[in-house]
């Protein structure tokens, strides 16, 4: 699975990473003073690296839990995200990952508790309410056999009841979940995109049926589940593409207790764009005319607002408008 295992020497005796690493006794383990030595090297190549990752092992400094970006998720209140991985194991060719980051390696970072304290100090802070999301820098359940992610971080949420944690992936990993208790707020939010952007971009990842079929086995243990439509990518065909996906998802699940649905077109800061097209230069998706605003590139769209009309009205012949929003 991993090419080698980079320990950073702080957190070389955690018994966490012990675990780990006897898990892999064949994988070439090396340490390193910190994370950055290998992740932030100069001349690496994200599209060469993806093909052989490696690991890295590491203790996260400074905030652990940040403000989440305007118009993120799906709540008024306070909103934050925190991230104990960088990088994802999936491959889909509009992620911002890839622009975001120089190197495809994955780091752990494996202080949990840290992690945990600055969790409940925000939480306390913001009078045990507010809405916490995993899976920005990463997918948050697609190495959980091995991060045990959800397994430590889904029990703190169950001391303060008016708080929100969801849980952003495409994975199917869920044996983790359905071996835990219900946590009534505790929110799994799996993300789609139509079935031919799907077949054209997201490599590696779950296929439809087997991330509807992860789905179904949450709702029916008990858990609230959530649906994103990210990214939109618009073809011109108002709403045809996404009208077969509709069917499929919501044709399996209970749609009454869908916790939200929401969709977002595709856009990511300038720079990172930039990036992704000198990695990918034959890449359609990123020949296509943009538009920039306020330092964010989208794909420029005739008929856009026709466009979103036409998907938000196939998706309200499933869902009612309550259940629904926007990502800005």
Known sequence: MFSAIYIEQEVAEFERVRRLLDRFPQVPQVICERYGQIFNRK??????QKKSPALILAKKYGSL??????GYGFDESNSYYFSHMLNCIYDCRYCFLQGMYSSANYVLFVNYED????LEDKIIENDGAGVYYSG????????EPISSFCRHFVPVFSKFPDATLEIRTKSTQIRCLLEQNVLDNCVIAMSFT?????????HKVPTLEKRIEALRKLQQA????AIRFEPLVLDGKHGESYRSLFKSIFSSLDVDKIHSVSSGLFRMPVEFHKRIVKLYPDEELFARPTS?????????NEDEDLQLMEIERHLFE?????QYYRCA
């Open 222 to 225: 008990g858990w609230k589940i």
């Open 318 to 322: 499933y869902i009612s408008p309550q």
């Open 115 to 118: 992690f945990e304290s600055a």
């Open 194 to 202: 139509s079935q031919q952007a799907a077949i054209q971009w997201e």
């Open 136 to 143: 920005y820098d990463c997918d948050s359940l697609a190495l």
């Open 292 to 300: 920039v605003a306020d330092g964010m590139i989208a794909l420029k």
């Open 65 to 70: 839990v940040l403000p989440a970006p305007a």
């Open 43 to 48: 001349s690496q190549n994200f599209r060469l």
